[in-house]
């Protein structure tokens, strides 16, 4: 057993409990945000994204981490980032919200993951790769050696910027929120009830979420892979092991990281009583399994997926994962207003 | 007891799903009309009563079934 096995695991199963409670997923918290003028899980992710931009500077300091923003090449971010969006309304769960809810027994997202995977992989080493290395190759834009980052741009440090900037968001956010009353809603019960048995409401989420992702980046790092927490490489680990046979593939924090999180959200419904196999009928089968496969060409074409470029992306302040996300928000919301908002304007 | 008008089923259905077709049910309903809705997915049972009050519709029951199904009770604002 490697350090690899133990953290990764240990990460995922906190990761897929917190999601699964917090019913965590960012294709609702960017669709609804347009479809249903609900705001509830997007607050969510953004103290998650805050919490990580405080935290990963302290990391670095301390010299458990190295700050590794992910490139910025425009082409790849802009394609990839609209065809996963497009992908995840379709999926009916972003990259997170799918693998947690394997966990949930819904088999929409088994078919989702597996077109995932499959699309991942094709695009990482298969037929489509000339299409992902075109677009990363001749797009990319770097401030000398490094990733363009909001604070490289500038010729400023990441730590004290990403720092400060977390403050200040954080200061904008408060001073708004109270400027509007805005209240946070009270859970009621006791407080196992609370954590074990109700949904958790947006502002524990957050805050749980990101300790997660500083725990998660300090932890993967140790196991000698240098990022937070990420999605799509973990399936697609499993893919190129055991489908495709390539020699030498180590299933590492990536990997363990997707077994812990079905295996916290697995729990995490049994507790809860929310556990139940749910078959949709063949037709929502393809829905989700071509809805997969776009988001595996996105993710790998734009060098992430939304917990890559969002969850730990948007912390690292990596321009190349500001795109990312703006696009996988474009190409959600086009979609949602093809399937959902046209139809019923009739 | 109350007199259900209308019965949903969304059980098994994706998100978004259950909420889209909730609203889209209640929409094409009349004024005081009651819609059963049956659910199973736990994001939506949590969602659909906050957006419920924006549309003005109203809430008249939650009943947790066995697992994870849900039955909701709602009467149509009648936006026609």
């Not at chain 1, 990963?56 to 996963?84: E, H, R, Y």
């Not at chain 1, 321009?319 to 908002?341: Q, R």
């Amino acid at each position: 057993m490697t350090i690899a096995v133990i953290s990764g695991l240990f990460i995922g199963i906190l990761f897929g409990f917190a999601l699964q409670r917090g019913r965590f997923c960012m294709n609702s918290a960017i669709r609804d945000l347009a479809l249903l003028q609900d705001n509830t899980l997007m607050k969510a992710v953004g103290i998650a994204v805050l919490v990580q931009m405080f935290g990963f500077p302290l990391l670095s300091w301390a010299g458990l981490i190295t700050p590794s923003p992910k490139p910025l090449f425009w082409g790849a971010n802009l394609v990839g980032g609209i065809v996963f969006g497009i992908g995840m309304v379709l999926a009916g769960g972003c990259a997170s919200g799918v693998t947690y809810r394997v966990g949930e027994g819904v088999v929409a997202a088994l078919s989702a993951v597996i077109g995932l995977a499959a699309a991942g992989t094709i695009t990482a080493m298969g037929f489509l790769k000339p299409v992902m290395s075109y677009l990363q190759t001749n797009t990319k834009i770097m401030v000398g050696e490094a990733s363009p980052t909001l604070a490289n741009i500038f010729g400023l440090p990441y730590e004290i910027t990403a720092l400060v900037l977390s403050l200040v968001l954080g200061a904008i956010w408060l001073f708004v929120a109270m400027k509007n009353k805005e209240e946070v809603e009270a859970s009621e019960g006791s407080l196992t009830q609370r954590i074990f048995v109700k949904g958790w409401t947006w502002l524990p989420t957050g805050i749980v979420i990101g300790i997660i992702g500083i725990l998660a980046y300090w932890s993967s790092a140790s196991a000698g892979r240098n990022y937070s927490l990420a999605i799509t490489s973990g399936w697609i680990t499993f893919v190129k092991k055991y489908i495709v046979g390539v020699p030498d593939t180590k299933i590492g924090w990536d990997a363990w990281l997707i077994v812990g999180i079905i295996l916290g959200a697995l729990v995490a419904s049994l507790i809860a009583g929310e556990f139940k196999i749910r078959w949709p009928g063949w037709k929502t089968i393809l829905q989700t399994l071509g809805g997969g496969l776009l988001m595996g060409f996105g993710a790998v074409t734009s060098a992430g997926c939304n917990v890559t470029h969002i969850l730990s992306g948007l912390p690292l302040l990596s321009f190349g994962s500001l795109l990312g996300s703006i696009s996988i928000a474009l190409g959600a919301w086009l979609m949602a207003y093809l399937i959902f908002v046209r139809p019923n304007q009739a | 007891m109350t007199e259900i008008t209308k019965t949903l089923d969304v059980r098994g259905k994706i998100c978004p799903y259950p909420d889209m077709d909730t609203m889209t049910t209640l929409k094409k309903m009349q004024k005081g009309e009651v819609l059963e809705v049956l659910l199973d997915y736990p994001l939506s049972v949590e969602r659909i009563p906050r957006n419920l009050k924006k549309q003005k519709h109203k809430l008249l029951e939650v009943e947790k079934l066995d697992g994870p199904n849900h039955r909701m009770l709602i009467e149509a604002h009648g936006l026609k």
